[in-house]
């Protein structure tokens, strides 16, 4: 890892650059996948997943009969966590429920909101290196708690033309209601324009490479909502002497292991804290399957020693991190003051994985410094609040006036218009 002391402000925006390509090197491709999937529907797909997933699917979606066999070959133990995890996550995400909120805001005028499920989302599941059948229940436990009728899970299929056994589980197990085996550009592409067997949903969810978050901004243009850009992993921690050296080397890797354009950093007050980590995460990283992998995000990621707990947070919030771990003695003064974060974790024994899978808070996140102003996916990500008002005879006199004199100063006679007719028909009742 790059260690990097006492760096000054001027030189920030470089220091915490992500390794990733540029728009203008990936939106061409997904332009033209998009474009050709719109004109040819699943002959397209077909022909991108053979090309990219190198596998001939015969059949695109999932059927029962598949899902009951991949639900044989996941272990009990297995079916337990999951179980554990899915427990806690609709916990937490059935919390997030809100009331009608409804009040008069003057005499006779009555206004309340109510939320009201989106109908059919779509979950973006990404399987290439680690199919991550944990973003399964994340996704599809708060599509159900809110009651979305539709709910369509892409994920890419392996060499065999198959999605993983775990995936197909924790997919029958939360509601999903269509399965199709299809990743990357073509799957959102598939999701954004509908095909004969994909139908076309009206949100995206969901985290991928930086193909994927691309093509989901482009869905954005088609009019199909997303949840948020969520690109590559990243992980921030800040630490001082109190942290346990080896607990923090073991969650750099954790995120640095999800492949080759991930971001670790750690920023310390504690240069003999980075020699430590440095060293911990040396020793640990052999012992890693996906050594190699998580060995080229290290290459990208720094050690970063400030001078004080004030300019640590300030990098902090400049940088904008998906996942914040805090390991200081101080911890509140992080919690109280950071404004830049996807999720955050307190504590040596709070490690990110926690929130990954079982804590219950959701693990899809704002990656490359979107957390500045995206929230993480949460309950309200699968509603949209509909405002509703009715107005009494005693109302529209109360409040006609000043729309009267508001739309004639925008120049909108029309729309005084409709407030004057009504003002002169009650002036008849006297």
């Known amino acids: 890892m790059n260690k990097v002391f006492n760096p000054d402000k001027s030189t920030w925006s470089a220091l915490l650059k992500r390794p990733t390509q540029s728009l203008e090197n990936i939106e061409q491709t997904v332009n033209d996948i998009f474009s050709d999937v719109q004109r040819n529907g699943e002959a397209a797909i077909s022909k991108y997943t053979e090309m990219f997933d190198a596998v001939k699917v015969e059949t695109l979606l999932v059927s029962e009969a598949e899902i009951i066999e991949a639900s044989t070959k996941v272990s009990e133990a297995l079916k337990q966590a999951i179980q554990v995890a899915k427990q806690n996550i609709e916990v937490f995400h059935t919390a997030q429920k809100t009331e009608r909120i409804s009040l008069e805001t003057t005499k006779g005028v009555q206004c309340w909101q109510e939320k009201r499920p989106i109908q059919k989302v779509g979950l973006y599941i990404p399987g290439g290196t680690a199919p991550l059948f944990s973003t399964v229940l994340m996704l599809a436990i708060p599509a159900n708690i809110v009651g979305s009728k539709e709910i369509v ?10 999605i993983a056994n775990e995936i197909l589980y924790a997919a029958q197990l939360c509601g999903v209601t269509k399965i199709a085996k299809v990743g990357g550009i073509q799957a959102i592409a598939g999701l954004t324009f509908g095909t004969e067997n994909i139908p076309q949903v009206y949100k995206i969810f969901g985290p991928g490479n930086q193909y994927v978050t691309v093509a989901k901004q482009l869905a954005t243009k088609h009019g199909v909502a997303i949840d948020m850009p969520a690109g590559p992993s990243e992980l921030l921690v800040v630490a001082d002497d109190s942290a346990n050296a080896s607990f923090v080397a073991s969650d750099l890797l954790s995120q640095a292991e999800h492949g080759a354009d991930s971001q670790v950093i750690l920023v310390s007050t504690s240069k003999q804290l980075i020699e430590d980590v440095s060293e911990a995460v040396a020793q ?4 890693l399957p996906r050594k190699d992998m998580a060995q080229k995000a290290i290459d990208n990621s720094k050690l970063i020693f400030v001078a004080s707990h004030e300019m ?10 998906e996942h914040f771990i805090i390991c200081t003695e101080n911890e509140a003064f992080y919690t109280e003051n950071i404004i830049n974060a996807g999720s955050v974790f307190i504590g040596n024994y709070t490690p990110e994985s926690a929130g990954d899978y079982a804590s219950g808070t959701n693990h899809t996140l704002p990656t490359n410094g979107f957390s500045r102003a995206y929230s993480g996916v949460n309950l309200d990500s699968f509603t949209k609040s509909i405002t509703f008002q009715k107005i009494t005879k005693e109302g529209i006199k109360t409040i006609g006036h000043s729309i009267e004199l508001m739309a004639e100063a925008e120049g909108l006679r029309a729309h005084k218009n409709a407030v004057s ?4 028909d009650l002036e008849k009742e006297f």
Not at 153 to 162: D, T
Not at 312 to 321: D, H, R, S, T
Not at 421 to 424: A, G, I, P, T
């Open 153 to 162: 899970l892409c994920s890419p299929p392996n060499k065999q033309g198959k």
């Open 284 to 287: 640990q990283l052999q012992q």
């Open 312 to 321: 640590a947070l300030e990098l902090i919030n400049a940088y904008a991190p």
């Open 421 to 424: 007719l009504r003002l002169k």
